[in-house]
């Protein structure tokens, strides 16, 4: 049913919602380089699930590296690193930009192809905006991204990936800091630096 629902009200893309998600993607669009902290939480009420842990990211532009549950990912739009920490393992792949996967340097694009968009008017607050993002491909493995937007800031404050196995993946975003001397050298992994590293490369 919710599914349904969500389908009949996604008819047509909504213009107060595409208001804010351009405000929110100029802003990013403008800022060069920044790092945050973020939580994602795991829940899923079927199967009694709530994990949760913290990890830092770092973006600019199409790239990013993100060090999150023992493992860093370094992704420079080109070329995917996985590095493992305990196992001091690299896996080494090339990007899919066809792939879909909803990575942190384009999650406040998102909305520009593929998506409709709804403004939740009951589910903001004086402080955020909420806007959910629900994809025209309806083989997707998820049906709604909820984006919680800041009003005065324009910044993305946390958003929610909803899937069809009843998993909600949520992200809150904390300590967001501008960068401003970053360069693409800060978005490759060398395993040079790592003294008997196992590399794993599928390229």
């Keep these: 049913m919710l599914i349904i629902f969500s389908t009949a009200a996604f008819a047509q893309n909504d ?8 405000k929110m993607s100029a802003k990013y669009r403008n800022i060069p380089a920044f790092t945050a902290t973020f939580t994602q939480t795991l829940e899923n009420k079927i199967e009694d699930i709530n994990d949760s842990f ?23 739009n080109k070329t995917v690193w996985t590095y493992l920490k305990d196992a001091n393992e690299v896996t080494i792949n090339n990007y ?19 998506y409709k968009y709804l403004y939740m008017a009951g589910e903001g ?6 806007i959910d ?21 324009n910044l993305l404050k946390s958003w929610s990936v909803f899937d069809r196995a009843g998993n909600i993946f949520n992200y809150a975003v904390t300590d967001f800091k501008v960068l401003n001397t970053l360069t693409a050298n800060d978005f490759v992994f060398d395993p040079s630096k790592y003294p008997n590293i196992e590399v794993l490369d599928f390229r």
């Design 96 to 114: 899919d930009a066809e792939a879909g996967e909803m990575n942190p340097s384009k999650i406040y694009d998102a909305y520009k192809e593929g």
């Design 15 to 22: 213009p107060k919602a595409k208001e804010v998600l351009d």
């Design 133 to 153: 993002l629900v994809p025209e491909n309806k083989d997707e493995t998820f049906y709604k991204i909820r984006l919680k937007i800041d009003k005065n800031t």
């Design 125 to 130: 607050t004086s402080q955020y905006h909420v």
């Design 54 to 76: 913290t990890g830092k990211i770092t973006v600019m532009g199409n790239s990013f590296k993100a060090d999150v549950a023992g493992q860093l990912i370094v992704n420079n």
